[in-house]
């Protein structure tokens, strides 16, 4: 009931949400060569926002670098791509896209978490100063109101008790979570993981498999690449399949994943599942 509403649960309700109507990506015709090695190939997807989009596809189809690409951290050959209308890295005038400084950059490609593999905690770092380096850093809060909000964190992927913990301290399902908490602080509009739960143990999965899922049920954009294949099946409004750079195939779980159209796409699934 209201009355036991706590001032961290309302934070927690303001940091965890989405609001419906944004994060919206949109890349199109994206294609990206590492020298001879074409990595990307053409490739268009929307995310509408609110969507989950799990992102399947073998060893180096380019899942990763489409992700990387979506934020920025690499340059596409050609092709856009946009954050609710907006590109990360250029800003348009006319018909000439304008490169833009680094500080906007930066500013910019905070509308876009990515919680990696294999984490990448600050190790010198508790969990909790994990959580409020960026914000503050970033967003120029103060210690303490970054400090609430980075709790309020920590409880949402239920690791209230571990605040002080440096990582070292803390299971790699932990760690994993402490990453998603610090993706969150930055309030995204969108949130990318790359094969999340790869590193893991698997008794550790199903709990970082439950950050997520809340995360999918509370509205927030998630492209998610993973061989989780049970996971996509059940969280993602779309599958979309990518081999040697290119979407073969996308639709609904239950097609690409039941009665895939593409042979390339039975065979990884015949090789994964
Ligand atoms: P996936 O995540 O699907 O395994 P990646 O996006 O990591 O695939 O890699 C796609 C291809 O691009 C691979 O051939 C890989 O070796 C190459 N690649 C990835 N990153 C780089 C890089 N920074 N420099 C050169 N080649 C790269
Ligand atoms: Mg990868």
Known sequence: TATTLTPSFDLQQVATRTPASI?????????????????????????????????????????????????????????SITVDGRYIGYERKGDVLHELREAEILRRRTQVGLVFQNFNLFPHLTAIENVIEAPIALRRQSRAEARSLAEALLARVGLADKAGHYPRQLSGGQQQRVAIARALALSPKVLLFDEPTSALDP???????????????????????????????????????????????????????????????????????
Do not use: C, M
């Open 23 to 79: 994060g919206r990506v949109e890349i199109t015709d994206v294609s990206k060569a590492y020298g001879a090695n074409q990595v990307l190939r053409d490739v268009s997807l929307t995310v509408e926002p609110g969507q989950v989009v799990a992102l399947i596809g073998p060893s180096g189809s380019g899942k990763s670098t489409l992700l990387r690409t979506i934020n920025h951290l690499e340059t596409v050959d050609r092709g």
């Open 203 to 273: 008794e550790l999965v199903g709990e970082v498999l439950d950050v997520i899922r809340g995360l999918a049920r509370d509205g927030t954009t998630l492209i998610i690449v993973t061989h989780e294949i049970g996971f996509a099946r059940e969280v993602a409004d779309r599958v979309v399949f990518l081999d040697h750079g290119e979407i073969l195939e996308q639709g609904p779980p239950g097609q690409v994943l039941h009665r895939p159209r593409h042979p390339r796409t039975r065979d990884f699934l015949a090789k994964v599942l």
